[in-house]
Nanobody, 114 residues
């Protein structure tokens, strides 16, 4: 069974940084594309960053240049380094497999506010 456990969310001031982690089980993250999604209340989850098998990455324009997705194959974990955080980055962040969407984890809350 595929499971994701997200962590690392927090309350930070605008301009701050966070590093989110997604520990995966039931799959091997190096063998599949992985993505980070953001959800705000009342809206659907939006894909903001993707990493594929060859470690190529892609980003939504709203986070491009500020966020970096990466993975640690030994730990079977995917990360999202978030720099230059803005209030509009606030939301619950989830990881999952783009196009397949396994069971969602509990997500991790990111709040950007002064």
């Amino acid at each position: 069974q595929v499971q994701f456990v997200e962590s690392g969310g927090d309350l930070v001031q605008p301009g701050g940084s966070l590093r989110l982690s997604c520990a995966a089980s039931g799959i091997t993250v190096s063998n599949i594309a992985m993505g980070w999604y953001r959800q705000v209340p009342g809206k659907q989850r939006d894909l903001v960053a993707t990493i594929v098998r060859d470690e190529s990455t892609a980003y939504d324009e709203s986070v491009n240049g500020r966020f970096t997705i990466s993975r640690d194959n030994a730990k079977n974990t995917v990360f999202l380094q978030m720099n230059g955080l803005k209030p509009e980055d606030t939301g619950v962040y989830y990881c999952n497999i783009p196009g397949i969407l396994a069971n969602w984890g509990q997500g991790t809350q990111v709040t950007v506010s002064s």
